[in-house]
């Protein structure tokens, strides 16, 4: 009785748990209809009005490739995670699309969402507002208050409104970075470091607690000629006095009291802002603009369409196939790390694929290789610059156009390019080689943990980070640091036509801005993409209107693409299912900077510990 009383408990255990299992895949099925039955009820296109305004509104920071896949960014915001991340491309097509089209008769800048950028970003952005502005069709920026980055876009305005409440900040470019030594000291951690050239400054905040003399001294050089850059832009744009924004920021606190506390009136006398108005007088503004918005639309009280609804509209813009061929375009944008990575970061296999499948593609005639990277991992920048000389050597030609960063592994990746193009304002250079390596031993011992033991060789045990590195060790990355220095320069001097000694002279790890970089032979032209994509067509021989741009980025399989199709309609609807739970933003921070020794490390997977890597980090 006991045995059969045994065996129906266990049937019954068997039964209900199967019955979970089938509950659960009921559940998963009736989601996955849910979330089908959505997408087959939403239209296949966004509505473009009959007549409205394009609304550009950047939301976080304006990238050359957004991060993750598509798939991972559709979930995301299904989840209701913000994406703080907008394409600047997108932005740019927008605009051109915009341009000619009737059914636009005005472009507005909401820009409270931006939060960082690349100056050469907001200068190619900057440029196509202007272009726009040709149309003679009014650009009016609104918002609520602008950061120095949201008001470089803004001065390009027809008007500017900001809030009452609202203020314009700016203070200039900065760069300050915490700094770890005591810490890591007060822990007993040993950061081991070797570097070549005395301006290359990447471990220092592992080692110091200051910045270097040399670093201080090639920063300042570097973020005088951005801020130089930024206020020519805005003070021209403004129609204000040259030195006027020097003033504004120096004088900060003085000219606030003059304006008796109110940020808004100081802004608007001083000739940053043209009117203060709430929220409610810029809609009925905006309507007196544009016309309402149409009864079927969601976008509020004036008519209007955002950019990327827009180009939804429109479909790819540089779809289509060349009469004599294509130029294909690859995007190596973030921190370089050896194999596959995902969008965002510069993997060294993901990125050798994307050029091997250009390569395989008879119909590329030139490759365009756009590089926004501070650099990273040694080995993969060397396997990325290897499957771009076996590109040349199938007789075709590969034009580099660096973004708002191409410094030292993302220069290493450009140095063979047939042209290389920068922006004036591109942060380059930083030509240099270093290594760290954290070691515990002294932190162990503090807490009563020893190692010990034998080994065969006397290299055994000298690369272990709980041990101690030995002296054999330690000369073994010395040497090796060297050697890749010397193979860095060595090939900048081959591929740029100049001596050793010429190139190690302006290499040493200082950074220099784009129109820096040209007067010591490191790129041979200013200017943006476009322009370099109208250079690759003229090298590979295709006539001005005779070829196509074609994008190489990375595949989804087609689960992904089925699953993404599905998100990208249904994610609001997702989204009001789902919470996030959050961490205050000051603790986020706090944890961040506590964290950033470790995480430094943890990021970088250089098979043998060795980076070109640049902190060109600017605020």
């Not at 876009?153 to 009452?164: R, T, V």
């Not at 043209?274 to 149409?294: F, I």
Request: hydrophobic share 40%; charged share 25%.
């Amino acid at each position: 009785m006991s045995s059969q009383s045994t065996v129906m408990r266990v049937l019954r255990s068997i039964w209900r748990g199967l019955d979970r299992v089938r509950r659960g895949v009921h559940l998963v099925l009736m989601f996955a209809i849910l979330l089908g039955a959505l997408a087959a009820l939403a239209p296949d296109t966004p509505l473009v009005p009959g007549r409205a305004a394009l609304v550009l509104a950047p939301e976080g920071v304006l990238v050359d490739q957004l991060s993750g896949n598509s798939f991972e960014r559709a979930l995301a915001r299904a989840q209701g995670i913000a994406v703080n991340e907008t394409l600047l491309k997108g932005l740019v097509d927008a605009l051109r699309e915009a341009k000619d089209d009737e059914r636009i008769e005005a472009l507005v800048l909401e820009l409270d969402g931006l939060s960082a950028a690349g100056l050469s970003k907001l200068e190619e952005l900057a440029d196509e507002i202007v272009a726009f502005k040709e149309s003679e069709k009014p650009v009016i920026a609104i918002g609520d208050a602008f950061s120095e980055t949201q008001y470089y876009l803004a001065a390009q305005a027809d008007e500017i409104f900001m809030h009452p409440m609202g203020s314009v900040y700016v203070d200039g470019y900065s760069r300050y970075l915490p700094y770890y030594k005591s810490a890591l000291d007060a822990l007993y951690v040993d950061y081991n470091v070797w570097t070549v050239g005395e301006y290359k400054s990447f471990p220092e905040p592992m080692t110091r607690d200051d910045m270097s003399p040399e670093d201080r001294e090639a920063s300042e050089a570097y973020l005088n000629e951005l801020w130089r850059a930024y206020q020519q832009r805005v003070t021209s744009a403004r129609g204000l006095d040259e030195g006027s924004l020097q003033r504004y920021a120096d004088e900060a606190l003085a000219l606030l009291r003059g304006a008796g506390g109110d940020a808004g009136r100081l802004a608007v006398d001083y000739g940053l802002v043209d009117e203060l108005m709430t929220r409610d007088a810029m809609r009925s503004h905006l309507v007196e603009l544009v016309g309402e918005a149409p009864a079927w639309s969601i976008g509020g009280d004036y008519a209007r369409v955002d950019h990327d609804d827009y180009l939804d509209a429109f479909g790819p813009r540089d779809a289509g196939r060349g009469q004599d061929g294509k130029i294909g375009v690859i995007v190596a944008s973030g921190t370089i790390l050896d194999g596959v990575q995902p969008p965002g970061s510069v993997g060294g296999e993901s990125t050798a694929r994307l050029i091997r499948r250009a390569a395989a593609d008879e119909e590329i005639k030139s490759l365009v290789l756009r590089v926004d990277s501070p650099g990273g991992s040694a080995f993969a920048s060397a396997l990325i610059l290897r499957e771009i000389e076996v590109f040349q050597e199938s007789g075709r030609p590969v034009v580099v156009s660096m973004g708002s960063v191409a410094a030292s592994g993302g220069y290493w990746i450009s140095m063979t390019a047939d042209e290389i193009w920068a922006s004036p304002t591109t942060l380059t250079g930083s030509i240099g080689v270093g290594a760290m390596i954290p070691t515990f031993q002294r932190t162990l011992d503090r807490i009563g943990i020893h190692v010990d033991g034998v080994g065969t060789t006397e290299l055994s045990g000298q690369s272990d980070i709980l041990l101690g590195l030995g002296d054999d060790f330690k000369g073994i990355v010395d040497e090796s640091v060297r050697y890749i220095y010397d193979e860095f320069i060595g090939k900048v001097a081959e591929h740029r036509g100049k001596s050793i000694e010429e190139i190690d002279r302006v290499a040493r790890g200082v950074v220099w801005v784009g129109s820096q970089a040209l007067a010591h032979g490191l790129v041979d032209e200013l200017g943006d993409l476009d322009d370099a994509i109208r250079s690759a067509a003229e090298l590979g021989g295709l006539a001005e209107d005779g070829y196509a741009i074609e994008y190489f980025d990375p595949t989804l399989n087609f689960f992904d693409r089925l699953l993404l199709d599905v998100m990208r309609t249904a994610s609001p609807a997702v989204a009001a299912l789902g919470y996030e739970a959050r961490l205050p933003r000051s603790l986020t921070t706090l944890l961040e900077a506590a964290s950033e020794p470790l995480a430094f490390i943890d990021r970088f997977n250089d098979p043998r510990g060795i980076y070109a890597y640049c902190f060109c980090d600017v605020r």
